[in-house]
Every structure is written in structure tokens, then in C-alpha cells.
């Protein structure tokens, strides 16, 4: 059973940061991170494939977010600066498999809230 344990959310003021980390029990091709707020739909946040070369990003965090991944721990994490209240969220990590690019496995979800 593949397995994504996330940490690291929490409570920020506007304007700040957080870490978030998604440890992996496998070596997934493509890691990356979605987000879902109250009574929205889930939406694509950022990915990294195993190179870490040419990550994407949703555009509505392009510039305040930086995905990265360290492949000998299986990790990958999510900088998040420059925070408002609309990037307030349950935040989830998703993986492929060793060899696919396409999100299978998921994690439980962390929260997010930014607010004064």
C-alpha cells in the first residue's frame, strides 16, 4: 500500500509562509500538490517530475510557490510565500507511479488558513 504522509500546514497571517512536505513510500515519477477550499472544486496547484527540471505551476500561485523534491527521501515540499486568504485550503499531495505521470495515489490532506 503506497502511502503520502503530509505535513507542515497550519496558521499564517497574510503575507507569510509555510513549508509543506509530502513523504512518499515510493519513488513516484511526478509528485505534486493540489488544493481544495470550502465549497470550491480541487484544483491543480504544482508538479515536479523525478528530473526536478521544468516544474508547472497553477497561475494563480506562479512566482509565490516553489515545488521541489528530494529523491533520496522521497519528499517532496511546497514553499509557500507571500500568502493571502484565497490560497486558504486543504492542500494535497499526489504522486504517480515509479514509471507513470498520471496521479494515482493521494494523501490525506493538510490545512491551510491564512488569515489576521
Known amino acids: 500500500q503506497v502511502q503520502l504522509v503530509e505535513s507542515g500546514g497550519g496558521l499564517v497571517q497574510p503575507g507569510g509562509s509555510l513549508r509543506l512536505s509530502c513523504a512518499a513510500s515510493?519513488?513516484?515519477?511526478?509528485m505534486g500538490w493540489f488544493r481544495q477550499a470550502p465549497g470550491k472544486e480541487r484544483e491543480f496547484v504544482a508538479r515536479?517530475?523525478?528530473?526536478?527540471?521544468?516544474?508547472d505551476y497553477a497561475d494563480s500561485v506562479k512566482g509565490r510557490f516553489t515545488i521541489s523534491r528530494d529523491n533520496a527521501k522521497n519528499t517532496a515540499y511546497l514553499q509557500m510565500d507571500s500568502l493571502n486568504p484565497e490560497d486558504t485550503a486543504v492542500y494535497y499531495c499526489?504522486?504517480?507511479?515509479?514509471?507513470?505521470?498520471?496521479?494515482?495515489?493521494w494523501g490525506q490532506g493538510t490545512q491551510v488558513t491564512v488569515s489576521s
Open positions: 515510493v519513488r513516484a515519477f511526478t
Open positions: 515536479i517530475r523525478l528530473s526536478g527540471t521544468s516544474p
Open positions: 499526489a504522486a504517480s507511479t515509479p514509471a507513470g505521470d498520471t496521479f494515482v495515489y
